[in-house]
């Protein structure tokens, strides 16, 4: 089966002989500022936005259906362009696309903030996400291709700490710069931010080798297809009452066939979009399927907490951030821990595993919650939460490149990132959808418990004609108790729900093969 040549003089040899970096700097050190600084801001504006779309709608006279266009149109962009990262770094180079994907990022982060209607904000939204698609995957590879081996385990401690902590502070960022200036500002903020980082990469950044290899432009537009109808179905399906809807079964088509269409072309395919020799190798396919489970359980929980803890809990916007703040605090601590383990050449299998067992072990915790769940509870479980994600995804990024030669990175880490998306939008997408419907269905439960008996208890049924105000009152007491009674039970079942796709993937990670040390000479796949 035919496969595109690997590129030439640099990446001949699939791995360094000696504990050498692939692309050497003066001052790595500060290359690793400004290529977390723009990794930070990608990752940050996945979320920031979220918690100041009701000022949006306002100011931009939206409608509550409209509105979430600002935020799909960002992650179908980021989606359909995430694919072509490899090419196109290859085409142009390395460095160029990472500093213009900087330039371009900085300047649609400020029509954003500048946008005055809505078609405008979809518009920058847009742009801003095919700009920012290509920053993720080109950060990773370059962190590992600027560091010599022995560091590059601590190299991924530092790049994940972003990847982890941005979904984090997103919400809380942007709903203090939304409260102390305006919603505009979730976007300003990236100006500032994004002119340093910029600034280091264009003094410290190095130059790689151009490979013009042909462009898969049937592959690239049946994948397009598939991950944009994927998107559109998982954002679309639950306003529209998912197969009750002819929009639906028409997205759901698209996304089956162009899916089916792309895997037949990538493998048949004289010079695919992606290199076969990515999807040959073992570790990096078990990867992409722990970064799917990885995006369920990380964005999944962070979009269902904030919800939770201010409607049923009475939490405001900074009380809310603070006490999910523990969580990153979780994952900094043990990223370190991961990262001096990777130095050792601890076999990364069972930290792998040990980090997927801590998560749902949290999970678990957070199944038992009632509505009168206090604040070290909530505090302790993501802090635990934190701990274990930590300790999956250092080892994950060690053992799945471990084993890839150096010209596959760019390409493997853009894979990496775009089903770690996907791991996201899916679970978001189920996690609303079981908790729509659970709540319903609790609701029915609750409520088919409240009897005449029940009322009688709180008001006497005798004196409803004399104050028939008071005994509507306190119906809706009733039913307003009645619906977070049940709000409650359905997030309970959504946590029950991640904690088992987390204890499933576990096994994933004792059919990794256990990549050499770093410091020394890697084997190439299949050896």
Avoid at 159 to 183: F, H, R, S, Y
Avoid at 191 to 213: C, D
Wanted: with cysteine; proline share 5%.
């Amino acid at each position: 089966m035919a496969s595109r040549a690997a590129p030439a003089a640099a990446s001949d040899a699939p791995f360094p002989a000696r504990d050498e970096a692939l692309l050497p700097v003066e001052n790595p050190g500060l290359l690793v500022v400004g290529i977390m600084g723009a990794s930070l801001l990608q990752i940050l504006d996945t979320t920031i936005a979220n918690v100041a779309i009701p000022h949006m709608r306002t100011s931009l006279g939206a409608t509550t259906e409209t509105i979430t266009w600002v935020l799909t149109s960002y992650i179908v962009a980021s989606a359909v362009a995430l694919p072509i990262t490899g090419w196109l770094a290859d085409r142009v180079g390395g460095r160029r696309l990472f500093i213009w994907s900087v330039i371009a990022f900085i300047i649609t982060s400020m029509l954003c903030g500048l946008a005055q209607t809505l078609e405008e904000m979809v518009l920058f939204r847009a742009l801003q996400g095919v700009s920012g698609a290509f920053i993720a995957p080109l950060s990773q590879s370059f962190m590992l291709d600027t560091n010599k081996p022995s560091r590059q385990a601590q190299m991924m401690a530092l790049w994940g700490m972003g990847i982890m902590i941005g979904p984090i502070l997103g919400p809380v960022l942007g709903g203090w710069l939304t409260e102390q200036a305006n919603w505009r500002w979730v976007f300003y903020v990236n100006l500032p931010i994004g002119i340093i980082s910029l600034a280091i990469l264009l003094a410290q950044l190095p130059h790689r080798e151009i490979n013009r290899r042909r462009f898969d432009l049937i592959g690239f537009a049946l994948l397009g297809l598939a991950l944009a109808s994927f998107q559109m179905l998982l954002d679309r399906g639950q306003t529209l009452d998912w197969f009750d809807s002819m929009e639906i079964w028409l997205w759901t088509f698209l996304f089956l066939s162009s899916t089916w269409m792309a895997v037949i072309h990538l493998a048949t395919a004289r010079n695919p979009l992606f290199d076969r020799a990515l999807f040959a190798d073992r570790n990096f396919a078990i990867a992409m399927g722990f970064m799917l489970a990885i995006g369920v359980v990380m964005f999944a929980t962070m979009a269902l907490l904030p919800p939770m803890l201010q409607q049923l809990m009475g939490y405001d916007v900074i009380d809310t951030g603070l006490v999910l703040m523990p969580r990153g605090i979780g994952v900094l601590f043990s990223m370190q821990v991961a990262g001096m383990l990777m130095r050792r050449n601890i076999d990364a299998r069972p930290v792998v595993a040990a980090g997927f067992l801590i998560c749902a072990l949290s999970l678990w915790e957070m199944s038992q919650w009632s509505l009168g769940v206090d604040r070290f509870h909530i505090v302790s479980s993501g802090l635990i939460q934190g701990l274990g994600m930590g300790l999956v995804f250092i080892p994950l990024n060690v053992t799945a490149f471990g084993t890839l030669p150096p010209h596959l990175r760019t390409d493997g880490s853009s894979l990496l990132n775009l089903f770690r998306s996907l791991g996201a939008s899916a679970g978001i997408s189920l996690t609303t959808v079981m908790f729509a419907r659970n709540l319903q269905t609790s609701h029915e439960d609750i409520a088919g418990q409240i009897t005449g008996a029940t009322v009688s208890s709180v008001i006497d049924v005798s004196t409803v004609d004399r104050f028939q105000n008071l005994g509507e009152v306190v119906l809706r007491l009733f039913d307003a108790e009645a619906n977070r009674q049940a709000a409650m039970v359905a997030y309970v079942d959504d946590f029950w729900m991640m904690m088992w796709v987390t204890l499933a993937a576990i096994p994933l990670a004792f059919v990794m093969r256990k990549p050499k040390a770093p410091s020394g000479r890697m084997p190439p796949p299949g050896e």
